[in-house]
């Protein structure tokens, strides 16, 4: 009887907790195609100030959608809209992708996709992108491209990573190095 009651307690909490969560029914939630895979954009915020900032996620694999939810860049859509994108194979994008398709240079792609689609939906606003971990080495790449720089009016990186192969070699000897002073000390 014990665990029937807590069974139906922790069910109550679990429906509770699940209808908590939005359900896009705020902003502009729609989803663009790009071959095969489903990408989910929500923008928020203020749509008629003409500024738009495309958030590119962390991860790969990481995730806009939950940003978005949490209200912490309230203020930012108080003065303009945020573009909040789940990337191909992350959180809630939908479709069955080939590996083989999963590249940087594919990302690059479907944001530049994601630039366009948010272009004529919102008759050509000033689109600024703003990147996070890998989100920031993913708008490293798609700048690159001169044709990619003329579509974008702005560029903020937090804590961008640019390369990962590299990157980690160097954290790994930079902790065997301190390991080794603290050991010696």
Request: charged residues 20%; contains cysteine.
């Amino acid at each position: 009887m014990k665990k029937i009651i807590i069974f139906q307690i922790l069910s109550l909490c679990l429906l509770i907790v699940g209808c908590s969560y939005p359900l896009y029914d705020e902003g502009d939630f729609f989803y663009l195609v790009v071959d095969d895979a489903k990408l989910p954009i929500w923008v928020m915020g203020d749509t008629n100030a003409d500024v738009f900032v495309v958030h590119l996620h962390g991860g790969p694999g990481g995730s806009a959608m939950k940003l978005a939810a949490t209200g912490k860049h309230d203020p930012l859509e108080e003065v303009a809209a945020v573009v909040y994108w789940d990337q191909r194979d992350s959180t809630n994008a939908q479709g069955i992708t080939d590996l083989a398709t999963v590249t940087p240079e594919q990302f690059a792609e479907d944001l530049d996709n994601v630039i366009d689609a948010i272009s004529m939906r919102y008759n050509q606003p000033s689109i600024f992108l703003w990147g996070h971990s890998w989100g920031g080495g993913l708008g490293t790449l798609y700048l690159s491209d001169i044709e990619h720089q003329a579509k974008i009016c702005g560029w903020i990186e937090m804590d961008g990573a640019h390369n990962m192969v590299d990157g980690m070699q160097y954290s790994r000897e930079f902790v065997l190095d301190y390991a080794e002073s603290q050991i010696q000390n």
